[in-house]
């Protein structure tokens, strides 16, 4: 303000001089150069002022937003899931048909060298057995009678054929202990009456 009343007061007292006039013009120049910067602040104030009541509401739109986005992804992601779990299910349920039908197949694998490893050895199998306790209690029904039928020959797949025999060791000589022997216990004498 002091400049400006200085400027004034220079104006009055040389008012015609070239270098007034440039004084002047400079003067103006500051002038519209500090009102010039006093409306850039004061645009900047109101910017900042109006960004921040519409930032709230800015803010709130693009959460808004944001769930709209994460409900369309979720509903797409959602039924890739289950058409990915559905498939998954499939294969699993092909994989434990296969598991199933693999292992009931070595299962009889499995029984069938068993059965004929206990035939080699001798050992009758079910059929025969069936077929003896059914003889067994048609004897035992013909026993309770009191007449016996004619025996028939048992019917069988396959004969069973002995176990072989490994030849029996000879006898052990007994050994002679190195204990000494222990004195012969005496008779009880029975008291007599």
Same mark, same amino acid.
């Given at each position: 303000?002091?400049?400006?009343?200085?400027?004034? $007061?220079?104006? /009055?007292?040389? @008012? +015609?001089?070239? @270098?007034?006039?440039?004084?002047?013009?400079?003067?103006?120049?500051? *002038?519209?150069?500090?009102?010039?910067?006093?409306?850039?602040?004061?645009?900047?104030?109101?910017?900042?002022?109006?960004?921040?009541? &519409?930032?709230?509401?800015?803010?709130?739109?693009?959460?808004?937003?944001?769930?709209?986005?994460?409900?369309?992804? *979720? +509903?797409?992601?959602?039924?890739?899931? %289950? @058409?990915?779990?559905?498939? =998954?299910?499939?294969?699993?349920?092909? =994989?434990? &048909?296969? /598991?199933?039908?693999?292992? %009931? #197949?070595?299962?009889?694998?499995?029984?069938?060298? =068993?059965?004929?490893?206990?035939?080699?050895?001798?050992?009758?199998?079910? %059929?025969?057995?069936?077929?003896?306790?059914?003889?067994? %209690?048609?004897?035992?029904?013909?026993?309770?009678?009191?007449? @016996?039928?004619?025996?028939?020959?048992?019917?069988?797949?396959?004969?069973?054929?002995?176990? $072989?025999? /490994?030849?029996?060791?000879?006898?052990?000589?007994?050994?002679?202990?190195?204990?000494?022997?222990?004195?012969?216990?005496? #008779?009880?004498?029975?008291?007599?009456?």
């Amino acid at each position: 303000m002091a400049k400006l009343k200085k400027t004034a $007061r220079a104006k /009055t007292a040389a @008012a +015609h001089s070239p @270098a007034a006039d440039l004084q002047a013009k400079a003067e103006q120049v500051s *002038r519209s150069l500090v009102e010039s910067a006093q409306q850039i602040w004061m645009a900047g104030v109101g910017a900042f002022t109006r960004a921040q009541g &519409e930032g709230s509401k800015m803010f709130e739109a693009l959460v808004k937003e944001g769930m709209n986005i994460e409900k369309t992804t *979720r +509903h797409l992601a959602t039924g890739k899931v %289950d @058409a990915v779990r559905d498939a =998954v299910e499939g294969r699993v349920g092909l =994989v434990r &048909e296969r /598991t199933v039908d693999t292992w %009931d #197949k070595l299962e009889k694998v499995f029984e069938d060298r =068993v059965q004929r490893a206990l035939n080699r050895l001798g050992i009758p199998g079910r %059929d025969e057995i069936n077929a003896l306790s059914a003889r067994v %209690d048609a004897l035992t029904m013909a026993l309770n009678k009191g007449t @016996a039928p004619v025996a028939k020959p048992v019917a069988t797949t396959k004969t069973a054929k002995p176990a $072989r025999k /490994t030849p029996a060791k000879p006898a052990a000589r007994p050994r002679k202990s190195t204990r000494p022997a222990l004195p012969k216990a005496r #008779k009880p004498v029975s008291p007599q009456a």
